[in-house]
């Protein structure tokens, strides 16, 4: 009986992962009807590079070590590639922060910003939900009236692995800055654009919803995990 139970509650944790999965695959394929795949571009739409469709620069980290421990344990959120790489759209917490000293050091970028990776998770990308200060393993980048940070999002998705594989293999792969303002990116109709952000906007709700539910079977499972085998 203890084993049926957990069995099924085991199986309702998969389909919810996998809904999760199916909405993230619903985006990507809205992206592509859209605006059709962006590595080749089909409908030949306009490309422009990073730097001109917004503002585009590397966080920074300019003190030696870095890990000099009078930098952290301020009030200053710092964001590192495994919060950027760990994220959904949207980046929803941080695990160090900054001292006096190292907001000083450092700066801090606006919430709404996305963050690109090009250290150790290459080109990965997540939008801040708030404030925060990043080091240079991170890209900071805020779109012009041309295109908006959620497509560029997106679009990245279709190019991350890409990337990754082409990544110079060395203690930690890492890309430049020159490679990734080099990169053609396609500039849709801005009205279009928006249409399919108010796509995303919907489709996060339901994924809102189907991780609340998750996360509440997995509370169950893991109270029934301690009631029965402590």
């Given amino acids: ?65 870095r890990n000099d421990e009078a930098l952290l344990g301020g009030v200053y959120p710092l964001i590192q590639t495994g919060d950027v790489a760990n994220s959904g759209l949207y980046i929803t917490e941080y695990h160090s922060t900054y001292s006096e000293l190292g907001l000083r050091q450092s700066k801090m970028w606006n919430e709404g910003t996305l963050c690109i990776t090009i250290a150790a998770n290459i ?11 990043f080091p240079d393993s991170v890209v900071g980048f805020n779109a012009n009236e041309n295109t908006n940070n959620v497509f560029v999002h997106y679009w990245f998705s279709f190019f991350q692995e890409i990337l990754e594989s082409q990544a110079p293999e060395s203690a930690q792969k890492n890309i430049n800055l020159k490679i990734l303002s080099e990169l053609k990116v396609i500039v849709p109709d801005i009205q279009e654009q928006k249409e399919f952000v108010a796509f995303v906007v919907q489709v996060n709700k339901s994924k809102a919803a189907v991780q609340k539910a998750l996360n509440q079977t997995q509370l169950l499972f893991d109270s029934l995990m301690q009631e029965y085998f402590g």
Wanted: net charge positive.
């Fill in 123 to 133: 080109a990965k990308t997540a939008i801040l939900g708030f404030d925060a200060c």
């Fill in 1 to 65: 009986m203890i084993v049926k139970v957990l069995d099924k509650v085991s199986e309702i944790i998969a389909n919810r992962k996998a809904e999760l999965e199916k909405l993230d695959e619903l985006i990507k394929a809205r992206f592509v009807e859209m605006f059709g795949d962006p590595v080749s571009n089909p409908k030949g739409l306009i490309e422009r590079t990073l730097p001109e469709l917004g503002e585009f620069g590397r966080g920074v980290s300019k003190h030696r070590p």
